[in-house]
């Protein structure tokens, strides 16, 4: 008191205050410090500040000062502002000041665990013309709130609105400035070559983690009409997300499949969500991943239940992420096919020389040694030569045909499955030669192709790797093994042989 029995003024206090509240960039750091200033300058035992969200009209968040963490543990749920006191800041952002809180009707007491509370002091908070959220005061230290206490709070409100404004600026741009980062790792990694499976995941992690969600999904259409994660990152085991589909027909489906995102506020209760994953997720996003008209997946960032929903900032900037995503999977899928159709081109050229030049050279090599072959057999050359040019001729004509084998294997697309019944026993081959330490030789003969249908050929595959098996269960005593698939007028028919001691030859049929 000064020496006219009045209390000393407080704007040395509300100026200190103003300097303390404009201090901070960090947006969270600024919000608390607004509300514990707010509550040391009018004297109040108990202040809270809650987020608005424009959209639902109700709290977000809610900053509390003069609370313990054990009392806040007792309170457990925060309010949302859909009801009491509270409710009426948000519905009717006026300042309300009242001596006893619980003898307004409009009041709905106190949570359970909650200290007792008697006055109250409101005000909102305002970005430009914007109700950011509203400051609560409770219980005055000395006698209800004044006019005084009013009027000051009124003043650090329009002040709060300015440094939390700001804030928000800082935190956007360095929000903008990690999404635009993340985005650019991922186009990166994307063009350096990954397979479908490490891109997706690619996506999948670093969209987690700029969201701040619990899991980052990625889910692509299927051929029923709906759509499957196809890739997962959480904290901890995705193993249960991978594989769940969302049914045909969904109404979540419906507009991802337009090219619209969905937007959720909590994903365990709202009606569109269908799959069994749903109940341990709240807020979440699901965007459509798209380039040029064309939908290839949807990207989903769910956070945990009651965690805060997603701002409209992070909205736009995951939507901004999920289309530079998408196009970096299109131009890296644009990138395998040319390097693809590169390998294809390769192996279409050696192809064509193996049976230009190669194969002519050696057909020609063939008539020559079968003609000296001739002439010898009418002269007075011994027996040992002839038998040694037939043999020869025998070996050229092996070589021959493994030689064109080899064209046929370089004209198969080299990861996709074969189309023929060639490709498959040279497919059947070529996986056992990882265990035979040695690639088979393979022969055809005939019309193979024409005449292997389905049954045929699975049964003729079977035996062929049953004999593979024989000959690797053989070793080491075995070092080769001939396959000869012949086609002809009395069918289809194998024969494999290896060079054991003793030889082994299985036939089929």
């Given at each position: ?149 009013l009027a000051l709070l009124r003043v650090l409100a329009s002040q709060a ?7 928000r600026l800082y935190e956007t741009a360095r929000q903008r400035e990690r ?23 690619a996506v999948a992690e670093r969209a987690r983690l700029l969201a701040g ?297």
């Open positions: 008191m000064d020496d006219d029995g009045q209390a000393p003024p407080r704007l040395p206090a509300l100026l200190e205050a103003v300097l303390g509240v404009g201090s901070e960039l960090e947006l969270r750091a600024t919000l608390q410090h607004i509300v514990d200033t707010a509550t040391a300058l009018t004297t109040a035992r108990y202040g809270a500040l809650g987020v608005v969200d424009p959209e639902r009209r109700r709290i977000t968040e809610l900053f509390t000062s003069g609370m313990t963490d054990e009392e806040r543990q007792r309170i457990g749920r925060l309010p949302d502002g859909r009801t009491g006191l509270l409710g009426v800041l948000v519905q009717d952002p006026q300042p309300l000041r009242l001596d006893d809180l619980s003898a307004d009707p409009r009041s709905s007491g106190v949570p359970e665990g909650h200290p007792p509370m008697r006055s109250f002091l409101g005000v909102p908070i305002r970005v430009h013309t914007e109700v950011f959220g509203n400051l609560y005061l409770t219980d005055k230290r000395a006698g209800p709130f004044t006019d005084e206490d609105g300015i440094a939390i404004g700001n804030a999404w635009i980062e993340g985005a650019a790792a991922v186009t990166t990694a994307l063009l350096a070559g990954e397979p479908a499976e490490d891109a997706l995941m969600a619990s899991a980052g999904v990625v889910l692509q259409p299927t051929r029923e009409g709906g759509m499957e994660i196809v890739a997962a990152s959480t904290s901890d085991d995705p193993g249960d997300l991978i594989g769940t589909t969302i049914a045909p027909g969904s109404p979540v489906l419906v507009q991802l499949l337009g090219g619209e995102p969905v937007f959720i506020e909590d994903s365990a209760t709202d009606p569109r969500m269908t799959t069994h994953v749903r109940s341990r997720f709240g807020p979440s996003m699901m965007l459509p991943l798209q380039s040029g008209g064309k939908l290839i997946g949807t990207l989903a960032l769910p956070r945990r239940r009651g965690d805060r929903p997603y701002s409209a900032v992070d909205r736009l900037l995951a939507s901004q992420f999920a289309s530079q995503a998408a196009l970096a999977l299109v131009l890296a899928d644009a990138q395998h096919d040319r390097e693809r159709l590169a390998v294809y081109e390769d192996r279409d050229r050696i192809a064509r020389d193996l049976h230009d030049l190669v194969v002519q050279r050696l057909f020609a090599t063939e008539m020559m040694l079968e003609s000296t072959r001739r002439r010898a057999a009418g002269s007075s050359a011994g027996r040992g030569e002839d038998e040694l040019i037939g043999r020869a001729v025998d070996e050229l004509d092996s070589t021959i045909q493994e030689v064109r084998t080899a064209i046929f294997a370089l004209q198969q697309p080299p990861a996709d499955a074969p189309a023929s019944f060639r490709g498959r026993v040279l497919r059947e081959t070529g996986g056992a030669a990882a265990l035979l330490g040695f690639q088979p030789s393979v022969h055809f003969a005939g019309a193979v192709d024409a005449l292997a249908d389905d049954t045929t050929g699975d049964r003729l595959l079977a035996a062929l790797r049953g004999a593979l098996a024989a000959a690797h269960r053989r070793q080491p005593r075995v070092g080769a093994v001939t396959v000869e698939v012949t086609a002809d007028d009395r069918g289809l028919r194998l024969r494999v042989e290896d060079d054991g001691d003793p030889p082994a030859v299985v036939t089929w049929p």
